[in-house]
């Protein structure tokens, strides 16, 4: 084992602005992300159309981020910044972090907005070390909080999350209004809340 170690490449984490990765990016995100990775921003945003459900156009709509992401840099002070975890040639970790640059909060802060790795590293540290590493880059800009979201069924990943210092603020709720809600017309009893 130890031999087939030594022939490991070392794993670099580094912001990524290389045109050239967007297609290893795309193919990292969508090879690897299930309906439970949905959560409430892929539904306000262009990625999702219904709890579980990813939308048709899935694919165009995360190349458009990722070359977004790619063009964006810290010098410029762009809002979204895409970091990658490499051996070598190949990526085997993408993090997709949001800034937020409007700074109307009490403490600045960012969002962990996609967390994706290989399933061949899962569970090598492999995540956790781009977690650190991303955490680390923040706190040296400034950044004093970092927030992320997990879909409500990613059980999985809300446990590595909680094992890396993240704390549960709020809990997001969704209420379909072009459907009829039998459970909101039978509560004649009035608020339950």
Not at 3 to 22: G, K, L, V
Not at 52 to 71: C, F, K, M, Q
Not at 122 to 140: D, H, N, P, Q, Y
Request: glycine share 8%; aromatic share 6%; proline share 2%.
């Amino acid at each position: 084992m130890k031999n087939a170690q030594a022939h490991t490449p070392a794993i670099r984490f580094s912001w990524c602005h290389d045109a050239t990765a967007e297609d290893a990016l795309c193919k990292l995100y969508l090879d690897n992300v299930s309906a439970d990775y949905i959560s409430h921003s892929e539904l306000q945003g262009e990625r999702a159309d219904a709890p579980g459900n990813w939308r048709a156009d899935l694919p165009e709509v995360i190349r458009g981020e990722i070359r977004a992401a790619l063009s964006h840099d810290w010098e410029h002070g762009d809002s979204t910044l895409l970091a990658v975890a490499s051996a070598g040639d190949d990526i085997v970790g993408m993090a997709l972090v949001s800034i937020d640059t409007r700074q109307r909060a009490s403490k600045s802060f960012a969002a962990l907005d996609d967390l994706v790795l290989l399933p061949a590293v899962r569970g090598s540290g492999i995540g956790s070390l781009l977690v650190e590493w991303v955490a680390s880059e923040l706190r040296s800009h400034g950044i004093a909080r970092l927030f992320l979201e997990c879909g409500a069924h990613n059980l999985t990943a809300q446990k590595f999350f909680q094992g890396r210092g993240f704390k549960q603020v709020s809990v997001v709720m969704l209420r379909e209004l072009d459907v009829v809600d039998a459970a909101a017309v039978d509560d004649k009893g009035g608020d339950r809340g």
